[in-house]
Nanobody, 123 residues
Framework: QVQLVESGGGLVQAGGSLRLPCAAS????????MGWFRQAPGKEREFVAA????????YYEDSVKGRFTISRDNAKKTLYLQMNSLKPEDTAVYYC????????????????WGQGTQVSVSS
């Protein structure tokens, strides 16, 4: 069992940065691939980024490549999403998720989900 709690959301101007942590509880965090998803108002949830259990593999959705960085600290059981050069179209609720393999996340599948944190980017 893995419980996930996101934080760090807020309101930021276009071009600004935010860092989202996702704190995990449970002894099996290090065996899970982790990912970030987002859902904008009136839109379906979409994949943002994924990282393998050992951090050896990362994968990004095209629109965030070069702006967002996913990372994890297994000792602290925490996942991060560093978001730079934010755009108004990045406005969404951001969710972290855990899955046995990172390819699950790329295919919009996860075993555990967080409750989400709101990110709003003003123009």
């Amino acid at each position: 069992q893995v419980q996930l709690v996101e934080s760090g959301g807020g309101l930021v101007q276009a071009g600004g940065s935010l860092r989202l942590p996702c704190a995990a509880s449970g002894r099996t965090f290090t065996s899970y691939a982790m990912g970030w998803f987002r859902q904008a108002p009136g839109k379906e949830r979409e994949f943002v980024a994924a990282i393998s259990s050992s951090s050896s593999i990362t994968y990004y959705e095209d629109s965030v490549k070069g702006r967002f960085t996913i990372s994890r600290d297994n000792a602290k059981k925490t996942l991060y999403l560093q978001m730079n050069s934010l755009k108004p179209e990045d406005t969404a609720v951001y969710y972290c998720a855990a899955a046995p393999l990172y390819v699950w996340l790329i295919n919009m599948r996860a075993e555990y989900w967080g409750q989400g944190t709101q990110v709003s980017v003003s123009s």
